[in-house]
Each structure stands twice: as structure tokens, then as C-alpha cells.
């Protein structure tokens, strides 16, 4: 028996606006006193009107077009029936057929849409009591669905991790999985060969994971158990037998959730108080003009225009801050070269522009500065070299000291004291 993963992903993203997606109550949830963002819109109160936020919709074409999306010119909302405490409308507002983003690629993962909609409340669950903020109703959401490309949980992993970096460099969203900015849905099936036939398992949704280790762990998991349950059972994929499971990392497993789910049970409809966005071609290309160098684009001029190795150039371009950074020395009048600058910034913690400053001042010692300052004192301090050549080794000690003092202190010892010793002893 012959065995493949095969893994599609869902990725929701909160975007940091200003304000939530469809009234005008602060976005920032975390930490807040609970329901102190709310109002008659994102409490789905009846009578009140949703407005789209523009800047949530541009960071979603970005988004789109940073993943090589076509953006759709006609893109409209719906409303996604379902009940559920922390929903409070009984609908999300969300896209359906009409997406803003749609057929893109990154590296070798095709993307089926990138589309925006709200998030929901928070539950909080207490011992007898389980209670509802809904501060985090109705913040922007930006939902990226893959194609099934993905074949393991590491290369899933790497992803995400990519998909995060690109979410940074845009500037759109923190998309920190520790904070429930970015949560994953893995979809997982198996496609087995088996004595000459191919077969495969139902698909297996794993929801709302939040931390890429567990993502990793999700698939790893449930490969294993679906090769297991095909063994025992021989069940196959079919329509209506998607089921939907938890990552449980107390039992290292995943725990069923549901059982079949289709579109048709959101009984999905146009949302009848946003309007449809059309997009010319020209405001399309307003966006695109705002896109920044993306991480792959980074790391492949570094390597051009500095000559640095993959893994520098890769390293370096991890966040944009640490690329700016590294431009920024690179632009400045060094005393260190640029594959220096680079270590430097790669091996060290801690504040990098002193460690870089201090260290572009060590370096003055390795020129011909050091070379004339040597010669200044030699000739300033007449007595103690006779001094000196005449056996009095400590002297040496006292003319380093000199120059110590005009570099402030900024220059290696030894390099002085192998100058003076040179000098010194060629007269
Ligand atoms: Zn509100
Ligand atoms: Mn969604």
C-alpha cells in the first residue's frame, strides 16, 4: 500500500484597521475591557446598517495581489447563515460566488480566493457560566483559501510561515497565531494505491488552530489516522462525508467535532445592505503600484546587488525592518564590508544599530589612521621612546594608552602594540 498526504489550507487573517469591517467601532480587541467596542452594527441589532470598510477591502486586493490573484472588476458580500452564541446577527457577512480575489499562486501552491469578511465574538468560558465579548464582533477578516497542493505538514508549515511574512511585509496585519490574528484550517485526505487501485479517504477539516507547531502536529496526526481507519473500514471520499475535527494538544489528537457540512447548510444569499463593489482596472493599478518589494523579490536583489549568500539574503529579509536595516548600513560610509554587515546582523541579539555603531568605530584601528596616530605619538613623545629603547618595556604600555585616548577607547590593543613595535624596532 502506497500512501500520499494531500492538504488544502484555510487561512484567516485579522487585518489591523482603524475600525471594525462594518461600523466604526475600534478593531483592537486584545486586552480590552469586554464590550467596550461594540455598537448597534457589530451587535447585529436590528435596523442598523452595515458600511463596508474601504481600507480592510485595498488590504485584501493587496493581498490578493501579492498572492498573483486576479482581482475581480464585480465582487459582492453574503450573509453565511448559521447559529452561534458569539454571532450575533445569526449570520456572518462574508463573499461567496463573488470574492475580491480569486485564482492566484504562491511558489507552488495555487490559491482558489482570498476574500474578506467579519470576525466573530469571544467566548469565554467560566466553571457554570460561559460569557460573551463581543469586542472581536465584526473585525475585518481576510480569509485565504489554497487549492489541495500541499503534500506534508512541514512544507504546510513553511507556508503558512511564508504566508505570515508576506501578511508583514504588506503592513495589513500583525498575523500573530499566539494572538489568534492568524488561525489555520487545514483540510486533510489521503490518497492511497492499492493493489493496482487508487482510493481516496474523506476529507477532514481540522479547525481553528492557532500555533504552526500544532498545525504541523494536526496532519501529522490525522495521516496517520486516516490511513488507520482506511485499513479498518475502507470508507472513502464521497459528497456528504466531509466531517470536521478539533486539535485536541492535551491528547495529541484530533477529536471530532461534525459531521458532513455543505455550503448548502449556510444557505448563503446576497447581503442586501452593502453594496457590490466594482473595481476599474485603474483603481486596481493604484493598488498595485502600493505593493512593497516582497520577501522573494528581497532575497533574490541581495543576493544580485550584494553578493550575499542564499541563506544571508534569506535571513536578512525575514522582516522588512531587518532588510531596512541592513540597507541602511550598507548605504552609510563603512569601515565594514557588507558580508560583515550581514553577520552582524545576523548573529546578534540585542540592539543592533549600537552593536553595528560601535563596531564600525573598532574597525578605524584597521587603517592607515592607526598607522599616522602611531607616528604623531612617536614623534610627541621623544623622551619615552629613548625610554623604551633603552629596555623600559612598560613604556609601550603608556604610548597604546595615548592613542586609546584619541579613539576614545574605540580600537583593539594589539593592533596599536603591533604598529608600535614595528616602528619601534625599524627605528
Ligand atoms: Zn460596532
Ligand atoms: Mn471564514
Known amino acids: ?106 511558489e507552488k501552491v495555487r490559491i482558489r480566493r482570498v476574500h474578506l469578511e467579519e470576525d466573530t465574538g469571544k467566548l469565554v468560558h467560566l ?83 492557532n500555533s504552526f507547531r500544532f498545525v504541523s502536529k494536526a496532519i501529522e496526526y490525522e495521516t496517520q489516522r486516516q490511513r488507520d481507519e482506511f485499513e479498518k473500514t475502507g470508507i472513502e471520499k464521497q459528497a456528504g462525508n466531509k466531517t470536521t475535527r478539533g486539535w485536541n494538544e492535551n491528547l495529541g489528537q484530533t477529536v471530532l467535532q461534525r459531521e458532513k457540512e455543505e455550503a448548502a447548510d449556510y444557505r448563503y444569499f446576497p447581503e442586501p445592505d452593502v ?43 525575514q522582516t522588512r525592518e531587518k532588510a531596512d536595516l541592513f540597507e541602511k548600513y550598507c548605504r552609510q560610509p563603512q569601515k565594514l564590508s557588507l558580508v560583515e554587515i550581514a553577520n552582524l546582523i545576523i548573529n546578534k541579539k540585542g540592539d543592533l544599530t549600537e552593536i553595528l555603531e560601535q563596531k564600525s568605530k573598532t574597525k578605524i584601528t584597521d587603517s592607515k589612521e592607526i598607522e599616522e596616530m602611531v607616528k604623531a605619538v612617536i614623534k610627541e613623545n621623544k623622551k619615552a621612546i629613548e625610554d623604551y629603547q633603552k629596555g623600559k618595556a612598560n613604556v609601550l604600555q603608556f604610548l597604546i594608552g595615548q592613542i586609546m585616548a584619541k579613539v576614545k577607547g574605540q580600537a583593539d590593543a594589539n593592533v596599536i602594540r603591533k604598529i608600535f613595535e614595528e616602528k619601534l624596532s625599524h627605528g
Request: net charge positive; proline share 7%; glycine share 4%.
Open 1 to 106: 500500500m502506497k500512501y500520499s498526504t494531500i492538504i488544502g489550507l484555510e487561512v484567516h487573517v485579522e487585518l489591523q484597521t482603524k475600525s471594525k469591517m462594518f461600523c466604526r467601532c475600534p478593531a483592537s480587541h486584545f486586552n480590552q475591557a469586554p464590550n467596550s467596542h461594540c455598537c448597534p452594527v457589530c451587535l447585529g441589532l436590528p435596523g442598523a446598517l452595515p458600511v463596508a470598510n474601504k481600507q480592510a477591502v485595498e488590504w485584501t486586493i493587496l493581498m490578493g495581489l501579492a498572492l498573483n490573484c486576479q482581482i475581480s472588476d464585480l465582487s459582492k458580500f453574503d450573509r453565511k447563515n448559521y447559529f452561534y452564541p458569539d454571532l450575533p446577527k445569526g449570520y456572518q457577512i462574508s463573499q461567496y460566488d463573488l470574492p475580491l480575489c480569486q485564482k492566484g499562486q504562491l
Open 127 to 209: 466553571t457554570g457560566a460561559t460569557l460573551i465579548d463581543f469586542n472581536r464582533s465584526g473585525v475585518p477578516l481576510m480569509e485565504i483559501v489554497t487549492e489541495p497542493d500541499l503534500k506534508s505538514a512541514s512544507q504546510a508549515k513553511e507556508f503558512l510561515q511564508t504566508l505570515q511574512q508576506i501578511v508583514r511585509f504588506l503592513g495589513i496585519s500583525d498575523a500573530d497565531m499566539e494572538k489568534g490574528q492568524m488561525r489555520c484550517e487545514p483540510t486533510v485526505n489521503l490518497k492511497i494505491e492499492k493493489q493496482a487501485r487508487v482510493f481516496y479517504t474523506p476529507l477532514v477539516e481540522i479547525k481553528n488552530i
Open 275 to 317: 453594496p457590490p463593489i466594482r473595481l476599474a482596472k485603474h483603481d486596481i493599478q493604484i493598488l498595485r503600484d502600493k505593493l512593497p518589494e516582497l520577501p522573494e523579490a528581497k532575497t533574490k536583489r541581495f543576493i544580485a546587488q550584494y553578493g550575499l549568500s542564499e541563506y544571508q539574503a534569506k535571513i536578512l529579509t
